[in-house]
């Protein structure tokens, strides 16, 4: 009977109990904000093919030789530098502004030990 308050009283051990606690939410911290910081680069990307999209049809079009959409469309694609993305999510209208380039795009966003949610990101950007 006197190992037990002798047992009781060791503190070995008792930093990997603490850790236990506290690496899993440290670690989906860490992994949400890189998750979080990866739909802001994709954010920023889509922003910046929609502006350079929108500015590319507003210099090559004219009055006699309108620029077609798919043309704008492909060049937004390849403008666009983020994660791979499924499909082609550029749009092109010429509107009363100019020419509008349009993205839309839903970021699965995943945190481990958290959840996943889905966030939808969208840019404008007109020329005229």
């Known amino acids: ?18 850790f236990a606690f506290v690496a899993p939410v440290f670690l989906a911290m860490i992994f949400g904000v890189i998750d979080i910081a990866r739909a802001t680069w994709t ?3 889509l922003h910046y093919a929609a502006e350079s999209a929108a500015r590319y049809a ?3 079009t004219s009055d006699s ?4 959409a798919s043309t ?3 060049y937004a694609l390849n403008a666009y530098y ?3 993305l499924s499909g082609n999510p550029f749009t092109y209208s010429a509107t009363g502004c100019g020419n509008t ?3 839309s795009y839903t970021y699965s966003l995943a945190i481990p030990l958290v959840g996943t949610w889905s966030i939808p990101l969208s840019a404008t950007a007109c020329f005229p």
């Open 1 to 18: 009977m006197k190992r037990l308050p002798r047992l009781l009283s060791c503190e070995r051990g008792a930093t990997i109990v603490e």
């Open 43 to 45: 954010f920023g990307s």
């Open 58 to 60: 507003s210099i090559h």
């Open 72 to 74: 704008v469309q492909t």
């Open 65 to 68: 030789n309108p620029i077609a």
């Open 101 to 103: 380039v349009t993205a």
């Open 82 to 84: 983020g994660e791979s």
